[in-house]
């Protein structure tokens, strides 16, 4: 029985190809786990999987019911539910090693008349001593445990390259909750452990940086808020710590990667802003469930429409090529894609629209009842294209060009107070949301207006209810730069500030031109990660938990070249372009996009891995800038982050914050 023996994962598989996070995620799922749980001498090897209410959601980030099949599992279940005996099947236990989940486990398996024939036992993290001498102890057990042994295996893989750890409410219990020392520690743990277990799965060793609280002088407080990066990367670093000893345990010694440990202060307008992309305008204005989304399709036997829910994944080319895209960018490709299907098809020609327009959800359900040899190439794009006209109707119908737009000039700082007060008086019927969403950067971006009663006379004028305006003074809970959030004796200097001030909080990037109108924003993360590579970023403001090797920082460009080179018998396949760079003249409406697949075989070589984790929430544009510098910089950048929010989520945790603010004063330290 290993308790800590792990599998090489590292980002080169068997065929060659570069495999992303989720990709080695899935593949130590299924194989490592699944498939070694095989009897060699028995005819049949379908077993049950038992897992817990965290593990369940771990494995369907990541691998789907069809795999879980294939490699012999006939039954899933939950460990804390009564289940029937199946004395005939051994059973796969992926747990997490708690108290509870052992006792669960001793209780089927141990006695005279266990549930299952025999027990493979994987557990998600590291199991407590006592936990190992509590399994020890019962004898009819170790003839019936063929398999014991840490997965180190309990993040949430949501996306190829991010993961979360799933502590949705890491922003009320580390920012706004009283009992913040207890309840607070208790996350950070989890959080911890649940961020070590990534560099365990993928066999990474990172450099820790963090961002470090502002210095503790007369004119600024420091409260408990500024050291959660702080305390956060220690506790990951004491954790990694812990693997680096393991004797049985394949971990690096030396660096291997980086990690950057930041918190939402870092850019509070990113989970509020309206983001233009795809992806994000999907799951911003589409009340989606996760990556469900509910559309009508022509029914089979010519009926009414059905409605039928898909899910927006990565295992569809046309939302692979488009997520990332502009809206208008996706609507133009989507229009493109299907004309150029139409033109191709003398037979679709004839059951679309008349006259040459634009093609209705209605032509498209008569090509599918016409075309059953074409139904799926049809339903992928009308899907698409049913979505597109959705989110563009909301656009027109709310007035949100013109709102994203004033969003968009307060953070560059080419609009302000001014320009608020005659947008609400000009606009009193625009939609609360796009309101509250305006005012919340606008006291991001004017952090003294907490200290007047300016931003309470715009919350009346704009007609927000009380709720709501929590969520405005909520906002300077997140204020992080060392010079906005000030204590009552630098705050008392405001006022005699005769210069006007420019409060935007990002600066138009060189050499970057905006193709597409309101995509102009971008997230903070962007400038971080890219002086992270570079080495630029101030090691007063993001300190490191570790001495890195000699090698690591300070080499020649051809000595890096040499260091991240793969080995030839890890070649990678030649690159292809990345899915926002591919020429817009694809063949048809489908068939050409299904080459898009993993961006596992991109590049011919990747440099070191660099992750960026956020506490309190990540969002789909940090994530989209993830993907970006990852074909920019040829380095894999995987994000990390409590939870992954749309800015409704965001909004309503923002509205529980509590006004109870502790400062360091307030501890005995």
Same mark, same amino acid.
């Not at 133009?332 to 006259?355: I, P, Y």
């Given at each position: ?8 994962t590292s980002?080169?598989? =068997?065929?060659g190809?570069?495999r ?7 593949d ?10 095989k009897r060699?001498?028995? !005819?049949?090897?379908? $077993? ?7 593990t369940v ?11 879980? %099949? ?15 005996p199946l ?15 052992v006792?669960?486990l001793?209780?089927?398996? #141990? ?13 998600s ?6 936990l ?7 004898q009819?057990?170790?003839?019936r445990?063929?398999a014991?042994?840490?997965m ?20 009320? &219990? ?6 913040m020392s ?6 950070l ?5 649940r961020? #070590? ?23 600024t ?54 983001e233009?992309?795809?992806?994000a ?21 010519g009926?009414?429409?059905?409605k ?18 502009h ?6 490709r989507?229009?493109? $894609?299907?004309t150029?299907f ?11 629209s ?22 799926e190439?049809?339903?992928?794009l009308?899907l ?8 563009n ?5 709310? =007035?949100?060009?013109? #709102?994203?737009q004033l &969003?968009?000039?307060l953070?560059? =700082? ?5 320009e ?6 000009t ?10 969403r305006?005012?919340?950067i ?21 007609r ?5 305006m929590?969520?405005?003074y ?7 730069s060392?010079?906005?959030k ?5 705050a ?23 193709t597409?109108?309101l995509s ?27 001495d ?6 300070g080499?020649?460009?051809? &000595? ?16 292809r ?11 048809d409406?489908y068939?050409?996009?299904?080459i898009?697949?993993h961006?596992?075989?991109?590049? $011919? !070589?990747? =440099?070191?891995?660099?992750f960026v984790?956020?506490v309190g929430?990540?969002?789909r ?8 510098? %990852?074909?920019?910089? !040829? ?12 800015p409704?989520?965001?909004?309503? $945790?923002?509205k529980?914050?509590? #006004?109870?603010?502790?400062s360091?004063?307030?501890l005995?330290?």
């Amino acid at each position: 029985m290993s308790m800590s023996d792990c599998s090489d994962t590292s980002s080169q598989g =068997g065929g060659g190809d570069y495999r992303y996070l989720r990709q080695i995620t899935r593949d130590r799922l299924l194989y490592e786990m699944l498939r070694s749980a095989k009897r060699p001498d028995s !005819k049949s090897n379908w $077993k049950v999987l038992i897992m817990d209410k965290v593990t369940v959601k771990i494995m369907s980030c990541s691998c789907k019911m069809a795999d879980i %099949t294939d490699e012999g599992v006939s039954l899933v279940e939950d460990i804390n539910k009564r289940r029937q005996p199946l004395p005939t099947m051994d059973a796969v236990y992926y747990i997490q090693p708690t108290k509870e989940n052992v006792v669960m486990l001793l209780s089927d398996m #141990a006695g005279r008349t266990p549930l299952y024939r025999d027990a493979y036992v994987f557990f998600s993290s590291s199991v407590p001593k006592e936990l190992v001498n509590y399994i020890k102890k019962e004898q009819s057990l170790k003839s019936r445990l063929r398999a014991m042994k840490e997965m180190n295996l309990e993040y949430f893989a949501v996306d190829s390259q991010c993961f979360i750890t799933d502590n949705t409410m890491a922003l009320e &219990e580390l920012y706004g909750n009283e009992e913040m020392s207890r309840k607070g520690d208790e996350c950070l743990n989890v959080m911890a452990n649940r961020i #070590a277990t990534v560099f365990a799965s993928l066999l990474e060793f990172p450099y820790v940086r963090y961002r470090a609280a502002k210095s503790l002088d007369p004119t600024t407080m420091t409260t408990i808020r500024d050291l959660i990066p702080t305390k956060l990367a220690a506790a990951v670093w004491n954790c990694l710590m812990k693997y680096k000893a393991l004797k049985n345990f394949n971990f690096p010694q030396t660096e291997t990667c980086e990690l950057l440990i930041l918190d939402r202060s870092i850019d509070p307008i990113a989970p509020i802003i309206h983001e233009w992309t795809y992806d994000a305008m999907c799951h911003d204005l589409l009340n989606m469930d996760g990556n469900k989304y509910v559309h009508e399709v022509a029914s089979k036997t010519g009926g009414l429409p059905e409605k039928k829910e898909v899910l927006l994944e990565d295992h569809d080319p046309v939302w692979l090529e488009l997520r990332h895209s502009h809206i208008a960018d996706a609507s133009e490709r989507l229009h493109d $894609k299907m004309t150029s299907f139409v033109s191709k098809n003398k037979a679709a020609q004839m059951h679309g629209s008349r006259g040459g327009g634009e093609l209705s959800t209605r032509d498209l359900q008569k090509m599918v009842q016409a075309l059953p040899q074409y139904s799926e190439q049809i339903d992928k794009l009308s899907l698409h294209v049913d979505i597109a006209a959705r989110i563009n109707k909301i656009i027109r119908e709310s =007035g949100l060009k013109e #709102a994203g737009q004033l &969003e968009q000039d307060l953070v560059f =700082g080419d609009a302000g107070t001014k320009e608020v007060i005659n947008f609400l008086r000009t606009k009193p019927d625009a939609p609360r949301e796009n309101k509250l969403r305006l005012l919340m950067i606008y006291a991001a971006t004017h952090p003294e207006k907490f200290e007047s009663d300016k931003l309470a006379k715009l919350m009346e004028l704009a007609r927000l209810p009380h709720d709501d305006m929590n969520a405005v003074y909520n906002m300077r809970f997140l204020e992080g730069s060392a010079d906005a959030k000030k204590s009552s004796i630098g705050a008392f200097s405001l006022k005699f500030d005769v210069h006007k001030k420019k409060h935007g909080l990002r600066k138009d990037r060189a050499g970057e031109e905006s193709t597409w109108q309101l995509s102009r924003f971008y997230p903070m993360i962007e400038e971080l990660v890219e002086k992270l590579i570079k080495n630029e970023l101030p090691k007063n403001d993001y300190p490191c938990m570790n001495d890195p090797s000699p090698t690591f920082h300070g080499r020649s460009q051809s &000595e890096s070249a040499k260091m991240v080179e793969p080995p030839p018998a890890h070649s990678m396949r030649s690159r292809r372009p990345a899915t926002w760079a591919r020429p817009r003249d694809s063949e048809d409406g489908y068939s050409s996009d299904s080459i898009l697949r993993h961006a596992s075989s991109d590049f $011919k !070589k990747m =440099g070191r891995r660099v992750f960026v984790f956020i506490v309190g929430g990540a969002t789909r544009s940090e994530l989209r800038v993830c993907h970006k510098l %990852t074909t920019k910089l !040829k380095r894999e950048v995987v994000l990390g982050s409590t939870c992954l929010d749309d800015p409704p989520q965001f909004i309503t $945790k923002l509205k529980l914050l509590t #006004a109870n603010e502790l400062s360091l004063d307030d501890l005995e330290i």
